[in-house]
Nanobody, 126 residues
Framework: QLQLAESGGGLVQAGGSLRLSCAASGRTLSTYTIGWFRQTPGKEREFVAAMTWRGGNSVYADSVKGRFTVSRDIDKNTVYLDLSSLEPEDSAVYSC???????????????????WGQGTQVTVSS
C-alpha cells in the first residue's frame, strides 16, 4: 500500500533553512508528479512546488521562487523541499501529494492530487 511520510519540519529563525522530505513506500513514484502544499489554520491549502518524477521538471509558486528548491532521490524514492531565506509567513503545515497530471496549471490545484501525506509543521520565528 502506498504511503507518503513527510519529515524535517521544525522551528527555525527568520532567514534560516530547512529540508523537508517526502518518502514514499509501497510503490515507485515513476508515474507521478509530486506536489508540495502548505496550509495555515483557517486558510486553504496553498501550492508551493511540484516536480515530475521521471523528468525532474519543476514549477514553483511565485512566493517561494528563488528560495525553495524541490529535488528527488530516485534510489530512496524520496522527494525533498529545501527551504531557505525563510520568513514568518512561511510558517505552515507542509504536505506532499501525488498526481498523475502534469501541466503547469493543474499541478497548482489541490483537487488534482489524489494521495496526501500527513504533513510536517514548519514554524519560522521573527
Amino acid at each position: 500500500q502506498l504511503q507518503l511520510a513527510e519529515s524535517g519540519g521544525g522551528l527555525v529563525q527568520a532567514g534560516g533553512s530547512l529540508r523537508l522530505s517526502c518518502a514514499a513506500s509501497g510503490r515507485t513514484l515513476s508515474t507521478y508528479t509530486i506536489g508540495w502544499f502548505r496550509q495555515t489554520p483557517g486558510k486553504e491549502r496553498e501550492f508551493v512546488a511540484a516536480m515530475t518524477w521521471r523528468g525532474g521538471n519543476s514549477v514553483y509558486a511565485d512566493s517561494v521562487k528563488g528560495r525553495f528548491t524541490v529535488s528527488r532521490d530516485i534510489d530512496k524514492n524520496t522527494v525533498y523541499l529545501d527551504l531557505s531565506s525563510l520568513e514568518p509567513e512561511d510558517s505552515a503545515v507542509y504536505s506532499c501529494a501525488l498526481t498523475t497530471n502534469w501541466t503547469p496549471v493543474t499541478v497548482r490545484i489541490v483537487r488534482s492530487y489524489s494521495f496526501w501525506g500527513q504533513g510536517t509543521q514548519v514554524t519560522v520565528s521573527s
